[in-house]
């Protein structure tokens, strides 16, 4: 059984700086792609970021050019940095398998944007 636990979230200002992470127990994790995804306040959860076995990134329009998504295989960790950050940003962010398993939704991490 998967089990992700993502971690790093907080309370930052406008235009701040957080960095994510998101540790995956198993040993299929280096073969899988990862997904960042995020549901704010009365919003359906929405998929932020993804990265493939091979390293190849996808972002949604509105996180473009101020996220960077990247994984360590050798820690079984994905990381999500999130530059230049916005009040719409605000959500708990979650990671999971791109696509996402409905079976392996960790407790996810809080970022507020606000100052």
């Known amino acids: 059984q998967v089990q992700l636990v993502e971690s790093g979230g907080g309370l930052v200002q406008p235009g701040g700086s957080l960095r994510l992470s998101c540790a995956a127990s198993?040993?299929?994790?280096?073969?899988?792609?990862m997904g960042w995804y995020r549901q704010a306040p009365g919003k359906q959860r929405e998929l932020v970021a993804a990265?493939?076995?091979?390293?190849?990134?996808n972002y949604v329009d509105s996180v473009s050019g101020r996220f960077t998504i990247s994984r360590d295989n050798a820690k079984n960790t994905v990381y999500l940095q999130m530059n230049s950050l916005k009040p719409e940003d605000t959500a708990v962010y979650y990671c999971?398998?791109?696509?996402?398993?409905?079976?392996?939704w960790g407790q996810g991490t809080q970022v507020t944007v606000s100052s």
């Open positions: 198993g040993s299929i994790f280096s073969i899988v792609a």
């Open positions: 999971n398998f791109f696509p996402p398993n409905n079976r392996v």
């Open positions: 990265i493939t076995n091979g390293y190849r990134t």
